[in-house]
């Protein structure tokens, strides 16, 4: 516990130790990975692959010294009961803050498969990471835009089955995909330029995890839907590392997910996609509510 330096201290050594934390895993990563690379069979590949979440989630745990290092922070969680470390989950949560990913980490490792995020091709080239999050199986998407689509229709549907390629390796080996609704962090400026109609959220989009059931045949039937609340008002990442953050809550609740719902042509069927929207905004609508009771609850604290 470092709380006897300034704050701007503190945050520069945890990022100092995630950094080196990043070099210094990367290294063994790809050395697992070229073995899986080499010696492309069944068993083999299985076992490497599990052997690079391991070195993800000691990875993990290092970044979680170095918070720890920044200062104290009550994190409480709720509703992690019954949750599988080698279960097949959705993971979907409200996004505020670039912490959002440092906490969600902190609250999942090893107690669930991995967060494993649908990434754009481009950010494969993000140094280090990039090449990290190839090793470790993440699925980069390539998604056509309309306008794309209208000039080359014979791409309609490749982006698709190239991410249900992706996602075959998903069927042997467990897997949490996770996906921000909201698509972007809150702010207010956002909130008022689309006139959300919640109180704490921004309006959620729907087609990206319809997207994802649809690319996961099926595989996931279970959702864990996690709100997060920060009682501080500095909630920033740079906040996060310098050890602002003093208290936290996470509340998860585990959801069935319609089969249907892994069958059906979001961007064709207008039925289907008006179905898929009213199931989400509903979880949206409850979202809400949870967050204004906890923050009351908050009040009740202090």
């Not at 201290?9 to 990022?15: C, E, I, P, Q, V």
């Amino acid at each position: 516990m470092l709380s006897f330096l300034p704050a701007p201290l503190r945050g520069m050594l945890a990022l100092l130790i995630m950094a080196l934390n990043t070099v210094l895993l990367v290294l063994p990563l790809l050395f697992v990975t070229l073995l899986r690379l080499l010696i492309p069979v069944g068993a083999w590949s299985r076992g490497c692959a599990r052997l690079l979440i391991k070195i993800a989630e000691t990875w993990m745990d290092i970044n979680n010294l170095a918070l720890s290092l920044s200062g104290r922070m009550a994190l409480e969680v709720r509703g992690l009961e019954g949750l599988h470390y080698h279960g097949w989950y959705l993971v979907s949560c409200n996004h505020q803050s670039w912490s959002d990913i440092l906490i969600l980490q902190r609250v999942f490792n090893r107690r669930i498969p991995m967060l494993k995020f649908f990434l754009k091709q481009q950010l494969i080239w993000v140094p280090l990471l990039g090449v990290a999050w190839w090793a470790l199986d993440f699925p980069f998407m390539k998604r056509y835009s309309k306008a794309y689509l209208e000039k080359h229709p014979e791409k309609k549907g490749k982006d698709l089955a190239t991410t249900r390629r992706a996602c075959e390796k998903f069927k042997s080996v467990p897997v949490s995909v996770m996906n921000f609704l909201e698509g972007t962090r809150y702010t207010a400026a956002k909130h008022e330029a689309q006139d959300s109609p919640y109180r704490y959220l921004l309006k959620p989009k729907s087609g990206g995890i319809a997207f994802v059931l649809s690319a996961m045949g099926g595989q996931l039937r279970s959702m864990l839907d996690v709100t997060i609340v920060y009682h501080d008002e500095q909630i920033g990442f740079w906040d996060l590392l310098c050890g602002r953050i003093h208290r936290v809550t996470v509340e998860i609740q585990e959801r069935s997910i319609p089969a249907h719902f892994s069958q059906g042509d979001y961007e064709n069927d207008p039925a289907f996609r008006a179905e898929f929207q009213r199931w989400v905004n509903a979880l949206w609508v409850e979202k809400d509510a949870r967050i204004a009771a906890i923050k009351q609850e908050s009040l009740a604290f202090v």
